[in-house]
């Protein structure tokens, strides 16, 4: 059986204020349905069967749409509390009874990626560290101005990606992290930080599609994507 994946469902979404003022972010809606859907079919459509939700915001909400869907047989959604106010690292904290196994996943609520989840698991119990943390080179918000050495403009390249790595989510994590998070850990943060400190966290490069939903431009975008066909991220029929 797959790992057990945690999402984190919690956040206020405040950049998303003209959708989060009276619903969580989880729940803003791409093609209809919530942006957290899309995630969780992103994991069942590769063969994982439970998943916890990690709620905070509005967690009542989420509770409600987890309850009401209608899941495929076998897969299970369940809905923890975790505090309307925890950092990230303190949910997974405060999930870890629920957390059976001696590996399990997490991710994000907001992002979508047609990432190989096969591949990501092979390649975490293919190495020692306790962690593995997907990156991604995200696409730049803006265009960009190639010069030559004297200041002379070669040529425009309409939002290229980064060359830079950043935390895509999609983690894989073994249970003994849990104990080097505190109730009130970011993840990204100090609980990521240790990790690295102690040589613990390895990185998984996705090199395919990738976006989160953090504004009202991401949330018009990946809505525009749906209404076209060209999901990259719908890995389901």
Request: hydrophobic share 40%.
């Amino acid at each position: 059986m797959k790992p057990t994946v945690a999402i984190l469902c919690g956040g206020r979404g405040t950049r998303l204020q003209e959708r989060t003022q009276s619903i969580p972010k989880a729940l803003v809606e791409i093609g209809g349905r919530p942006i957290v859907w899309h995630v969780l079919q992103i994991y069942i459509a590769q063969g994982f069967e439970r998943f916890l939700l990690l709620t905070g915001y509005r967690g009542e909400q989420i509770e409600a749409f987890a309850a009401a869907e209608r899941w495929p047989e076998r897969v299970e959604v369940r809905c923890v509390a975790t505090g309307a106010d925890t950092p990230t690292g303190g949910r997974l904290r405060r999930a870890a009874p629920e957390l059976s196994g001696s590996t399990f996943c997490a991710t994000y609520a907001d992002g979508v990626a047609d990432i190989d989840l096969a591949a990501l698991l092979a390649y975490h119990s293919g190495h020692r560290a306790a962690a593995t943390m997907t990156v991604v080179r995200p696409r730049l918000q803006f265009g960009i101005a190639e010069l030559n050495g004297d200041g002379v403009v070669r040529r425009f390249v309409e939002k290229p990606r980064s060359e830079h790595w950043v935390n895509g989510g999609f983690f894989c994590f073994e249970r003994a992290v849990l104990d080097s998070i505190g109730p009130d850990s970011v993840l990204e943060r100090d609980s990521l930080e240790r990790l690295v400190a102690a040589g613990d966290l390895m990185a998984y490069r996705h090199e395919g599609f990738w976006d989160c939903l953090d504004t009202y431009k991401d949330a018009i975008e990946l809505n525009d994507l749906w209404s076209a066909g060209s999901a990259p991220w719908k890995l389901w029929d």
